[in-house]
DNA sequence: GATGAATGAGGATTCATTCAT
DNA sequence: TATGAATGAATCCTCATTCAT
């Protein structure tokens, strides 16, 4: 029994240094390649080759391309939701909606900027019939955040009704993200402008005059 | 219509007859698995077999995998204008602005449910990124439809607004027919309901107030 | 209605002439390579190699390594059975016992040293706990005609008892066709004496001295 | 029974007793993995894994897979010589010869059901043709126990005769192995016995009727 | 025109083995 | 000594496309 581990906690596994760093550059490497030709059409040896490992190398980490999407959709979701908790203050808790929505809206625009794989991994799972179970993890994550926030502006709205208007709007915003990532400089920011004005419009008439702030604090979660 | 061969009696070449209704064939089965697995992973093989003939056929009648999904785009897209040109008749000229939305966006929705592959071909090209050349011509073409649409209701607005706001709606549009479409019975009618929704609050403000019905007729070219 | 197919019993598919010609040499060339290095060890690119084709040409006749011993079990299960339907006649009707065994099982291995392979695809479900399902067919197959045998000649026999003689017959003759195969000339020959004392002596005290004609000639089926 | 090492107090060098553990365990892991999946499909690094190291640890003690399986098949072949070297007492000296199949195959029996790899892998070189070499090493040795034995039952045999019978009698034997192993319960004694009349009557015609006790003695070697 | 056979590069994935730590 | 990362050739299989018939 004491040779087989005598239960040092500290050192599960320490080799993992070299290993960790590994595998941030396959993520970063199939990024790349997700970025430039798409999930689907992304070979796993062209992200090893971009990554400058084996085949072999990238099956010691990952067990197939579905995880490698998997393991960054969920990295990426843990920032976006990092930099996107801030977002609630009591700075902009009673902002005029069109502030509010800058406020609410603009992070997750840079954010997408910044990581342009995020798009083509919500877009992955695309042909509409067939759901491929673990890459709708990420969608549906993303969709519970959007129905969270409408729940918090808009309380009076019915189960299913939020559920719709969800839906609507994560895909309003993920079809107008990709205008914006299609862009650059000024353009971009117009179609930035254009996006909150379509979620504003959209969404304005559903959302309540002055949801209590006690709820908004709700969110932040 | 007359396009669509009506039965002519007299009989010029029936080979050419024969081959149409092969090509219909082959659209057919290419809609068909498209929508089942979407453009990228649809084979030329699979669309063969689904149409009941040899792979050789399928080359007798399309250069190319591509080839076939540009046609198919084409032909709905044809379909779809025909469809759609009717849409303004003196009756709604003068509708007020929901109704009017109805009145465009209704026949729009009801065509792709009957032809879902639309939108899979819309989405086909779906790497943001690597515009695939020829799969565009159909983006570009509705696109134009959109931007003619909005220069007749939204005259004031100057060229880069426009088409901005064109891609926005038509962005707008088709990731909400995707919802559309991914639902049925009273689910999708709500969803269009949604999408409707979305499309007015966001066009409603840059829109003339009263378009001269002349400019109107324009739209129908 | 006309052109798809005006139902011509007498041309369902011709072009097969070359199509057939190369499954045989597929087949052949399995043979070949699952005689030299087992059928779990076999790849298809090297049978495809050793047919001289290349590796999607094996597939367009096959879907998997796995169809193509079944083929090939099938096929030569066939040439048995009719290579062997004529080892009851009235001249061995009522040999004596020693004959009888070198009438039924001498075919048996001519056969079998004709044809190498037949032994490696019986032991090609090797792994004893996992059972193949396809290749078990072949064993079972051959397992029923020796059941059938049996029951022939030791009618009295209980059915789980018959079974497990049929079991046990068919190891036996199966192991002592390795040793034949493994050996040439006189020594060859040596161990088939070898391999039919066995039988003899396993199987002797349990037939009957005189079994009915009339039920020998039901086993030619 | 001195050189399994008997827990010596001293401590010369408790490395090589702890690697002692290490390579039993890994015996044991590839024990494991070979019954479940056969000598061929099993992966070093499956049995590493089954065995709860790294694939580096397994190849400091085997310099690769097939010295695991020789290694193996030494250690279970010495085992099994300890376990039947007791065989022949006075006690079973002038049984009759059922009783003294009984007293020889038996132990062995009940060895292989406990032992299920071994006959894995005496089946591991399983491509008839294809000597593996090494593997036969277990094969030849187990070959040569039977002929020792078969030389003192029947003195008058001439050697290839005795070769022959030694064949014959070990793979009747390692067959007939296999079906006791599939099965269990009454149903494998059922086996068992059937395997013990299909020996008696293949060798008993074979045997002397009253060989001398002293050759007997020679036998324990 | 139609067929189906042929291609061969490329896809995901595995595996025995080696090596730096 | 143990680890686990690294390798790269080899595995089965697919696919867009071509070609003889």
Do not use: W
Request: net charge negative; proline share 7%.
């Amino acid at each position: 029994m004491s040779d087989t581990k005598p239960a040092e906690p500290e050192k599960p596994r320490r080799r993992q240094a070299r290993g960790e760093r590994r595998m941030a550059q396959l993520l970063e490497a199939a990024a790349s390649v997700f970025c430039k030709v798409g999930y689907t059409s992304a070979s796993t040896n062209a992200i090893a080759r971009e990554a400058g490992v084996s085949p072999g190398t990238l099956y010691q980490f990952f067990p197939n391309k579905e995880a490698i999407a998997v393991e960054l959709g969920e990295r990426l979701s843990h920032q976006m939701h990092e930099a996107h908790s801030q977002v609630f203050t009591e700075a902009n808790a009673s902002l005029p909606l069109p502030d509010m929505m800058d406020a609410i809206v603009d992070p997750l625009i840079e954010f997408n900027c910044r990581n342009p794989v995020f798009l083509a991994l919500i877009h992955s799972s695309d042909v509409p019939g067939k759901v491929v179970e673990e890459h709708d993890a990420l969608h549906a994550a993303l969709l519970a955040r959007v129905e969270g926030l409408i729940s918090v502006f808009a309380p009076g709205l019915p189960a299913d009704g939020r559920t719709r208007t969800a839906e609507m709007a994560f895909a309003l915003f993920t079809s107008g993200l990709e205008l914006v990532l299609a862009h650059e400089g000024t353009e971009r920011d117009a179609y930035a402008a254009e996006l909150k004005a379509a979620l504003l419009g959209y969404l304005g008439p559903r959302l309540d005059p002055d949801p209590a702030s006690s709820q908004r604090s709700a969110a932040r979660s």
